[in-house]
């Protein structure tokens, strides 16, 4: 991985689908002191079998009398869409009222492409850099030698 430079001020969202750490680089970008603004964290999610139906669906064509089996509905995967989205709202608050100037997305690529797709393209023009990696249960300061290579 590239070592970033971290500028002072700087903000890192470090998150996956259920957890997302708003961090803020109180330091300078060679001796970066990462420090917690916000945690965000999704509700419990419990397995699919216990959220969805035993079995997934069957559909009929149109014009036949053949049926075809409906995909199973990943509730996971929503959830975790749900959680990037709202992360992504937080984010677009945060840079509307200023409170960062520039911003790195620390997550795995799965939610990298959420949070890409949902960000206010004001927001987005924050961003200095993307690192697609799942650091959300590292401690801070891990978080902080492992991005910057230190």
């Known amino acids: 991985m590239q070592e ?18 708003m961090l803020r680089n109180d330091g300078t970008p060679q001796k970066p002191s990462l420090q917690v603004v916000e945690v965000l964290k999704d509700d419990d999610n419990p397995p699919t079998h216990e959220q969805g139906t035993d079995r997934p669906g069957r559909s009929f064509q149109s014009m036949s009398n053949r049926r075809s089996a409906v995909g199973q509905t990943d509730w996971h995967e929503m959830a975790e869409e749900q959680f990037a989205t709202s992360v992504a709202s937080k984010l677009d608050s945060a840079a509307t009222s200023n409170r960062f100037e520039k911003l790195i997305l620390v997550a795995p690529p799965n939610t990298l492409a959420t949070l890409r797709k949902k960000l206010d393209p004001k927001t987005a023009e ?11 249960k590292h401690p801070v300061p891990e978080i902080a030698r492992v991005l910057t290579g230190g």
Do not use: F, Q, S, Y
Not at 5 to 19: E, F, P, S
Not at 126 to 136: C, F, H, Q, S, Y
């Open 4 to 21: 970033l430079w971290i500028g002072h001020n700087t903000w890192v969202m470090v998150g996956d689908g259920r957890k997302a750490l």
């Open 126 to 136: 924050r961003i200095v850099a993307e690192v697609d990696k799942d650091l959300t």
